[in-house]
């Protein structure tokens, strides 16, 4: 067969004309399915949820894992995102309103937006990835079929734990990285912008509305749960090797990282 | 050889036409074999053809595509049935590398079972239990401080069986537990098969590919080939078989052998 005929035969213009569609196609479906199981698996957390104080010490383990180690990073990232949030409003605005508004456009942008979605993608990189390699590798030395064989539930004995540790940690975190941001504006306010620090706490207080912080720590919530989830499940599913391992521990950070800026904007829908 | 009594009526595991294929790769065809309460039978096989894909459907961890798993009079599998809860602390398992728990030190991986399982158990006899369960693979009760990482592989094995027999088990299965080990060692892991055997009563399914475990440890052996039991007895009808593919295996010879 010479290469006309290749290019003219039927299944050669099928895949020119459908192969787009069905690569689509074939993306949205794998797609859809892995968000029945993962809403499948969040089903498998819950209902065991009742039962999580039976295993303290395992759920206090993961609580400072993944509260507690993740402070020195939350630091740092916090006071500069505050720090160049105020800069910028500064920049921006300063010719045209007065210098109390950097402050409330400050804190209004940390407490609903910088706060949550900078600590949730902070997470999602260094605890959705530690999680994903964690079981990845559990499951790639049989540890997870040996519990199975030991009649111990790796649901509950290792996403259980994290699981709650996240829902409690990610609001906790949040409000540390709101105050260190808004600490880190002030010092910008203070240090590089020649605002008095009475300007910048009472253009904080201005307009501030509880529904701020709450639609922040909804969203901090929500994004635990989502870290949880892809880490744990891209570890579980993880293929076999190092590269498996690896492939589920990018798999996870991925995924994390755009359900988090989905659920941003569909909490802001609901709350704005 | 073990020299307990086993009764040829009296089946522990059946296992009847199963049949297991991961995508396009068929790996069991027809697998029938039924398993005596109290026997030690050794499945062998080439490596890659299936062995530890049997292991696996007999405590659960798979589901067949064909064929059925009965486990004490149980059915536990079939392609539309699947209930493993009631039969898993029958049954105790080691791992080829042993899937011992990285996190946990010698004396947590024995314990946690016990303890999750009995929970009334005081930490005393949960304590004293691991240092009868080291005693039984010959290790010093001090060993329950060691992590996994700090263990030869020898060692690993050891506790990994440890581990397998903490619930009291009525079944054991041994996921070729000699391989990688030298042979030294590999006759003191024999020698642990052979006397839970005789110390517990267990029924024992070793999975292997090294021959002189095999004819140590069984009662009897069967081989696996092309996805099906082609053979299986006692060590000296195994020995003296006439089939062309048990020879070639048991000789270790590359070619078939010619009658």
Known sequence: MNEGETKNSPSALRQVVLGPWEAVGGKVGRGLKECCLSLAFLARVLVRFPIVLKNRELTLKQTISIGVSSLPLLVVTSIFTGAVATFQCAFQFRNFVPDKFIGTAACKMILIELGPVLTGLVLAGRVGSALAAEIGSMKEKEELDAMTVLDLDPVRYLALPRFAAFILMMPALTVISDLLAIFGGWLVAVLSLDMTTYTYTSGLQLYFQTKDLYSGMLKSFIFGIIICLMGYLSGANAGSGARGVGEAVMKAVVSACVLILIFDFVVALCFF | ?259
């Open chain 2, 1 to 259: 050889m073990p020299g307990v009594k086993i009764d040829e009526n009296d089946i522990m595991i059946e296992l009847h036409g199963l049949r297991k294929a991961f995508g396009p790769q068929q790996v069991l065809r027809d697998v029938t074999l039924d398993i005596r309460r109290g026997e030690t039978i050794t499945i062998i096989g080439q490596s890659g053809g299936g062995k530890s894909v049997i292991l696996k459907h007999m405590i659960g961890l798979l589901q067949p595509d064909g064929g059925e798993v009965r486990v004490d009079g149980q059915t536990i599998s079939t392609p539309t049935f699947f209930d493993t809860k009631t039969i898993r602390q029958k049954m105790g398992m080691l791992f080829q590398n042993g899937a011992l728990f990285d996190s946990m030190n010698a004396g947590e991986n024995i314990a946690f079972a016990l303890r999750e399982h009995n929970r009334e158990m005081s930490e005393e006899t949960i304590q004293a239990e691991v240092t009868e369960k080291l005693e039984m693979i010959h290790l010093k009760p001090e060993f329950r401080w060691k992590m996994p990482s700090e263990l030869s592989g020898g060692m690993r094995k050891r506790l990994a069986l440890a581990r397998a027999i903490a619930l009291r088990p009525k079944i054991l299965l041994y996921d070729e537990p000699t391989t990688g080990l030298d042979p030294v060692t590999s006759d003191v892991i024999n020698d642990l098969i052979i006397d839970m055997q005789q110390k517990l009563g267990v029924t024992s399914v070793v999975v292997t590919h090294d021959m002189a475990s095999a004819y140590k440890v069984s009662d009897r052996i069967a081989m696996l080939y092309e996805g099906r039991i082609i053979a299986c007895g006692t060590v000296d009808e195994i020995r003296g078989t006439d089939n062309p593919y048990v020879k070639q295996f048991i000789t270790g010879q590359r070619k078939l052998p010619t009658a």
